[in-house]
Protein backbone atom coordinates (compact mmCIF):
# COMPACT_ATOMS: atom_id res chain seq x y z
CA UNK A 1 0.00 0.00 0.00
CA UNK A 2 2.23 2.71 1.34
CA UNK A 3 4.33 2.12 -2.11
CA UNK A 4 1.40 3.20 -3.91
CA UNK A 5 0.99 6.72 -4.90
CA UNK A 6 -1.20 8.43 -2.80
CA UNK A 7 -4.75 9.78 -3.81
CA UNK A 8 -6.95 11.57 -1.39
CA UNK A 9 -9.68 13.96 -1.29
CA UNK A 10 -11.43 17.07 -0.29
CA UNK A 11 -15.32 15.61 -0.17
CA UNK A 12 -17.04 19.15 1.04
CA UNK A 13 -20.89 19.70 1.45
CA UNK A 14 -21.79 23.53 -0.71
CA UNK A 15 -23.95 24.46 1.80
CA UNK A 16 -22.39 27.20 2.95
CA UNK A 17 -18.39 28.84 3.87
CA UNK A 18 -16.42 26.40 4.72
CA UNK A 19 -15.63 26.99 8.64
CA UNK A 20 -12.23 26.82 10.38
CA UNK A 21 -13.00 23.43 11.28
CA UNK A 22 -13.19 22.60 7.48
CA UNK A 23 -10.13 24.41 6.37
CA UNK A 24 -8.30 22.49 8.94
CA UNK A 25 -9.23 18.75 7.67
CA UNK A 26 -8.78 19.98 4.30
CA UNK A 27 -5.09 21.43 4.98
CA UNK A 28 -3.83 17.76 6.87
CA UNK A 29 -5.75 16.15 3.46
CA UNK A 30 -3.74 18.12 0.91
CA UNK A 31 -0.71 18.19 3.17
CA UNK A 32 -0.44 14.13 3.39
CA UNK A 33 -1.10 13.75 -0.30
CA UNK A 34 1.16 16.45 -1.72
CA UNK A 35 4.62 15.63 0.34
CA UNK A 36 4.16 12.54 -0.78
CA UNK A 37 3.61 13.66 -4.43
CA UNK A 38 -0.09 12.55 -4.47
CA UNK A 39 -3.18 13.20 -6.06
CA UNK A 40 -5.92 15.29 -5.20
CA UNK A 41 -9.82 14.81 -5.75
CA UNK A 42 -12.13 16.99 -5.26
CA UNK A 43 -16.04 16.29 -5.18
CA UNK A 44 -19.28 17.96 -4.22
CA UNK A 45 -21.47 16.07 -2.10
CA UNK A 46 -24.40 17.93 -2.53
CA UNK A 47 -26.79 14.94 -1.95
CA UNK A 48 -29.21 17.13 0.32
CA UNK A 49 -30.11 19.36 -3.05
CA UNK A 50 -32.36 21.65 -0.13
CA UNK A 51 -29.24 22.73 1.51
CA UNK A 52 -26.62 23.31 -0.98
CA UNK A 53 -26.72 25.10 -3.89
CA UNK A 54 -23.97 25.63 -7.56
CA UNK A 55 -23.26 28.75 -6.10
CA UNK A 56 -21.92 27.62 -2.52
CA UNK A 57 -20.12 24.65 -4.44
CA UNK A 58 -18.05 27.82 -6.82
CA UNK A 59 -17.65 29.52 -3.64
CA UNK A 60 -15.66 26.68 -1.88
CA UNK A 61 -13.50 25.90 -4.98
CA UNK A 62 -12.54 30.02 -4.95
CA UNK A 63 -11.80 29.18 -1.24
CA UNK A 64 -9.60 25.97 -1.94
CA UNK A 65 -7.85 28.34 -4.58
CA UNK A 66 -7.34 30.95 -1.91
CA UNK A 67 -6.06 28.85 0.82
CA UNK A 68 -3.24 27.55 -1.64
CA UNK A 69 -5.18 23.79 -1.91
CA UNK A 70 -4.88 22.85 -5.36
CA UNK A 71 -5.97 19.74 -6.54
CA UNK A 72 -6.25 17.29 -9.78
CA UNK A 73 -9.28 16.84 -10.99
CA UNK A 74 -12.63 17.37 -10.10
CA UNK A 75 -15.58 14.49 -9.58
CA UNK A 76 -18.83 14.88 -10.68
CA UNK A 77 -21.04 16.41 -7.62
CA UNK A 78 -23.11 13.61 -5.55
CA UNK A 79 -26.44 14.90 -7.19
CA UNK A 80 -25.95 13.71 -10.68
CA UNK A 81 -24.42 10.63 -9.82
CA UNK A 82 -27.87 8.72 -9.10
CA UNK A 83 -27.37 6.59 -11.76
CA UNK A 84 -24.10 5.20 -10.81
CA UNK A 85 -25.38 4.55 -7.23
CA UNK A 86 -28.69 2.83 -9.23
CA UNK A 87 -26.14 0.28 -10.12
CA UNK A 88 -24.24 -0.38 -6.64
CA UNK A 89 -28.12 -0.42 -5.14
CA UNK A 90 -28.77 -3.23 -7.82
CA UNK A 91 -25.89 -5.07 -7.08
CA UNK A 92 -26.78 -5.49 -3.16
CA UNK A 93 -30.12 -6.09 -3.87
CA UNK A 94 -28.73 -9.35 -6.04
CA UNK A 95 -26.92 -10.17 -2.91
CA UNK A 96 -30.31 -10.72 -0.77
CA UNK A 97 -28.74 -7.74 1.59
CA UNK A 98 -31.48 -5.37 0.80
CA UNK A 99 -35.44 -5.09 2.74
CA UNK A 100 -37.31 -2.36 2.55
CA UNK A 101 -38.46 -0.36 5.64
CA UNK A 102 -41.54 1.43 6.38
CA UNK A 103 -40.74 2.57 9.88
CA UNK A 104 -41.14 6.22 10.29
CA UNK A 105 -38.71 8.72 12.39
CA UNK A 106 -41.02 8.88 15.03
CA UNK A 107 -41.06 5.03 15.66
CA UNK A 108 -37.53 4.36 14.98
CA UNK A 109 -36.86 7.05 18.04
CA UNK A 110 -39.22 5.76 20.58
CA UNK A 111 -37.87 2.74 21.05
CA UNK A 112 -33.73 3.39 21.05
CA UNK A 113 -31.37 5.77 22.16
CA UNK A 114 -29.17 7.44 19.68
CA UNK A 115 -26.17 4.63 20.40
CA UNK A 116 -22.94 5.74 17.49
CA UNK A 117 -21.38 8.99 18.47
CA UNK A 118 -22.93 11.20 15.35
CA UNK A 119 -26.36 9.98 17.05
CA UNK A 120 -27.04 7.42 14.84
CA UNK A 121 -30.12 4.88 16.59
CA UNK A 122 -28.99 1.12 16.10
CA UNK A 123 -32.17 -0.28 14.08
CA UNK A 124 -33.82 -3.43 15.83
CA UNK A 125 -34.72 -5.37 12.82
CA UNK A 126 -38.29 -4.26 12.76
CA UNK A 127 -38.90 -4.68 8.96
CA UNK A 128 -36.36 -7.12 8.69
CA UNK A 129 -39.02 -10.21 8.01
CA UNK A 130 -42.17 -8.92 6.94
CA UNK A 131 -43.97 -10.77 4.57
CA UNK A 132 -44.76 -9.53 0.86
CA UNK A 133 -48.63 -9.03 2.31
CA UNK A 134 -47.40 -6.94 5.17
CA UNK A 135 -45.75 -4.95 2.67
CA UNK A 136 -47.94 -4.13 0.47
CA UNK A 137 -50.52 -3.30 3.26
CA UNK A 138 -48.03 0.10 3.82
CA UNK A 139 -49.23 2.36 1.43
CA UNK A 140 -46.11 4.35 0.88
CA UNK A 141 -42.76 4.24 -0.02
CA UNK A 142 -40.30 2.70 2.02
CA UNK A 143 -36.47 3.25 2.83
CA UNK A 144 -34.03 0.64 1.65
CA UNK A 145 -31.95 -1.10 4.45
CA UNK A 146 -29.11 -3.17 3.95
CA UNK A 147 -28.36 -6.46 6.26
CA UNK A 148 -24.97 -6.09 8.25
CA UNK A 149 -23.50 -9.17 9.87
CA UNK A 150 -22.68 -9.12 13.33
CA UNK A 151 -18.76 -8.68 12.96
CA UNK A 152 -16.26 -6.81 14.58
CA UNK A 153 -14.84 -3.74 12.01
CA UNK A 154 -11.20 -2.40 13.34
CA UNK A 155 -10.10 1.09 11.91
CA UNK A 156 -6.26 1.59 12.27
CA UNK A 157 -6.79 5.43 12.06
CA UNK A 158 -3.89 7.19 11.90
CA UNK A 159 -4.80 9.72 14.30
CA UNK A 160 -6.80 8.07 16.51
CA UNK A 161 -5.65 4.90 17.06
CA UNK A 162 -7.23 1.53 16.82
CA UNK A 163 -11.27 2.27 16.60
CA UNK A 164 -13.94 -0.60 17.04
CA UNK A 165 -17.84 -1.17 16.13
CA UNK A 166 -20.04 -4.56 15.50
CA UNK A 167 -22.07 -2.43 13.25
CA UNK A 168 -24.99 -5.32 14.21
CA UNK A 169 -25.11 -4.27 17.60
CA UNK A 170 -23.29 -0.14 17.14
CA UNK A 171 -25.71 0.31 14.63
CA UNK A 172 -28.20 -2.19 13.43
CA UNK A 173 -29.33 -2.78 9.16
CA UNK A 174 -28.16 0.77 7.44
CA UNK A 175 -30.90 2.56 5.31
CA UNK A 176 -28.68 3.36 1.98
CA UNK A 177 -31.65 5.01 0.30
CA UNK A 178 -34.24 7.00 1.95
CA UNK A 179 -38.13 6.84 1.03
CA UNK A 180 -37.86 9.75 -1.31
CA UNK A 181 -35.20 8.25 -3.44
CA UNK A 182 -32.12 9.81 -2.16
CA UNK A 183 -29.35 7.47 -1.70
CA UNK A 184 -27.37 7.93 1.82
CA UNK A 185 -24.03 9.73 2.58
CA UNK A 186 -22.69 6.30 3.69
CA UNK A 187 -23.43 4.46 0.14
CA UNK A 188 -22.82 7.93 -2.10
CA UNK A 189 -18.85 7.99 -0.14
CA UNK A 190 -18.38 4.89 -0.76
CA UNK A 191 -18.55 4.64 -4.19
CA UNK A 192 -17.43 7.87 -5.46
CA UNK A 193 -14.08 7.63 -3.18
CA UNK A 194 -14.04 3.61 -4.33
CA UNK A 195 -14.33 4.74 -8.27
CA UNK A 196 -12.44 7.64 -8.05
CA UNK A 197 -9.50 5.30 -6.33
CA UNK A 198 -9.35 6.84 -3.13
CA UNK A 199 -6.22 5.60 -0.87
CA UNK A 200 -6.67 7.55 2.02
CA UNK A 201 -9.51 9.02 3.82
CA UNK A 202 -8.84 12.58 5.91
CA UNK A 203 -11.58 14.17 7.53
CA UNK A 204 -12.59 15.68 10.81
CA UNK A 205 -12.90 13.38 13.88
CA UNK A 206 -17.07 13.43 13.85
CA UNK A 207 -16.64 10.70 10.78
CA UNK A 208 -14.92 8.33 12.94
CA UNK A 209 -17.82 6.34 13.06
CA UNK A 210 -18.95 5.95 9.76
CA UNK A 211 -15.35 4.03 8.70
CA UNK A 212 -17.09 1.08 9.71
CA UNK A 213 -20.27 1.18 7.63
CA UNK A 214 -18.13 2.52 5.24
CA UNK A 215 -16.01 -0.49 5.32
CA UNK A 216 -18.61 -2.92 5.13
CA UNK A 217 -20.09 -1.25 1.93
CA UNK A 218 -16.77 -1.08 0.25
CA UNK A 219 -16.24 -4.98 0.71
CA UNK A 220 -19.76 -5.41 -0.46
CA UNK A 221 -18.71 -3.68 -3.74
CA UNK A 222 -14.88 -4.79 -3.56
CA UNK A 223 -13.16 -1.84 -3.31
CA UNK A 224 -9.91 -1.89 -0.98
CA UNK A 225 -10.09 -0.08 2.25
CA UNK A 226 -8.48 3.60 1.96
CA UNK A 227 -6.28 4.45 5.18
CA UNK A 228 -8.27 6.19 7.50
CA UNK A 229 -7.01 9.83 9.54
CA UNK A 230 -9.70 11.68 11.86
CA UNK A 231 -8.06 14.86 12.65
CA UNK A 232 -9.27 16.36 15.92
CA UNK A 233 -11.83 18.66 16.77
CA UNK A 234 -10.69 22.76 17.05
CA UNK A 235 -11.46 23.78 20.41
CA UNK A 236 -11.70 27.36 21.64
CA UNK A 237 -9.17 28.20 24.70
CA UNK A 238 -12.29 27.20 26.83
CA UNK A 239 -12.95 23.57 25.54
CA UNK A 240 -15.95 24.81 22.98
CA UNK A 241 -16.01 23.41 19.63
CA UNK A 242 -15.86 25.65 17.12
CA UNK A 243 -18.05 25.45 14.62
CA UNK A 244 -20.68 26.26 11.66
CA UNK A 245 -22.37 28.49 14.09
CA UNK A 246 -19.32 30.56 14.88
CA UNK A 247 -20.06 33.11 12.10
CA UNK A 248 -17.00 35.50 12.56
CA UNK A 249 -14.90 32.26 12.23
CA UNK A 250 -15.84 31.01 8.60
CA UNK A 251 -13.82 32.48 5.52
CA UNK A 252 -16.08 34.65 4.54
CA UNK A 253 -15.40 37.15 7.29
CA UNK A 254 -11.91 35.79 7.48
CA UNK A 255 -10.96 36.33 4.18
CA UNK A 256 -11.77 40.46 4.76
CA UNK A 257 -9.66 40.28 7.66
CA UNK A 258 -6.23 37.84 7.81
CA UNK A 259 -4.04 36.49 4.70
CA UNK A 260 -4.34 32.95 3.57
CA UNK A 261 -0.17 32.62 5.51
CA UNK A 262 -1.36 33.88 8.59
CA UNK A 263 -4.85 31.60 8.95
CA UNK A 264 -2.95 28.27 7.79
CA UNK A 265 0.09 29.34 10.68
CA UNK A 266 -2.07 29.05 12.94
CA UNK A 267 -3.51 25.80 12.41
CA UNK A 268 -0.49 24.58 11.95
CA UNK A 269 0.87 26.12 15.30
CA UNK A 270 -2.30 25.21 17.14
CA UNK A 271 -2.09 21.54 15.57
CA UNK A 272 1.66 20.79 16.52
CA UNK A 273 3.35 20.89 13.02
CA UNK A 274 5.11 24.31 13.34
CA UNK A 275 7.31 25.80 17.02
CA UNK A 276 6.17 29.07 16.12
CA UNK A 277 2.82 30.79 15.60
CA UNK A 278 4.30 32.41 12.06
CA UNK A 279 2.79 32.78 8.51
CA UNK A 280 3.17 29.82 6.43
CA UNK A 281 2.12 29.21 3.18
CA UNK A 282 0.82 25.61 2.82
CA UNK A 283 3.08 24.86 -0.43
CA UNK A 284 6.18 25.42 2.20
CA UNK A 285 4.22 23.37 4.82
CA UNK A 286 4.24 20.39 2.51
CA UNK A 287 7.92 20.32 2.62
CA UNK A 288 7.81 19.84 6.73
CA UNK A 289 4.97 17.74 7.07
CA UNK A 290 4.37 14.36 8.90
CA UNK A 291 1.75 12.98 10.43
CA UNK A 292 4.09 12.08 13.63
CA UNK A 293 4.13 15.86 14.31
CA UNK A 294 0.10 16.35 14.35
CA UNK A 295 -1.78 16.05 17.69
CA UNK A 296 -4.21 13.45 18.02
CA UNK A 297 -5.58 15.07 20.71
CA UNK A 298 -7.99 18.60 21.34
CA UNK A 299 -6.91 21.32 19.39
CA UNK A 300 -7.30 24.67 20.98
CA UNK A 301 -7.04 27.59 19.06
CA UNK A 302 -7.32 31.50 20.19
CA UNK A 303 -9.04 32.41 17.29
CA UNK A 304 -9.11 36.07 18.96
CA UNK A 305 -6.12 36.28 17.26
CA UNK A 306 -7.32 36.12 13.54
N1 LIG B 1 -19.23 15.95 3.07
C1 LIG B 1 -18.78 15.75 4.40
C2 LIG B 1 -18.63 17.07 5.12
O1 LIG B 1 -18.55 18.09 4.46
C3 LIG B 1 -17.47 15.01 4.46
C4 LIG B 1 -17.62 13.60 4.11
C5 LIG B 1 -16.34 12.81 4.12
O2 LIG B 1 -15.24 13.40 4.15
O3 LIG B 1 -16.45 11.60 4.04
O4 LIG B 1 -18.60 17.08 6.32
Partial sequence: MADLRPVGRFAPTPSGRMHLGNVFAALIAWLSVRSRDGEMVLRMEDLDTQ????????????????????????????????????????????????YPCYCTRSQLHSVNAPHLSDGTYVYPGTCRDLTDAQRRAFDRAPAWRVMVPDKVWTVEDRVQGTYTCNLATDC????????????????????DDGEAGVTEVVRGMDLLSSAPRQMYLQELFSFPHPEYAHVPMLLSP?????????????????????????????????????????????????????????????????????
Avoid: C
Avoid at 61 to 79: F, H, I, K, M, V
Avoid at 172 to 191: E, N, P, W
Avoid at 260 to 272: D, H
Fill in 172 to 191: GDMVVRRADGVYVYQLAVTV
Fill in 51 to 98: RTSGEYARILRDDLAWLGLDYDRETPPQSRRTAAYDGYFEKLSQMGLL
Fill in 238 to 306: HGRRLSKRDKDLDLGVLRQRILPETLIGTLAFASGLIDQNVPISAKELAKEFSWDKLKGDSIYLDASAL
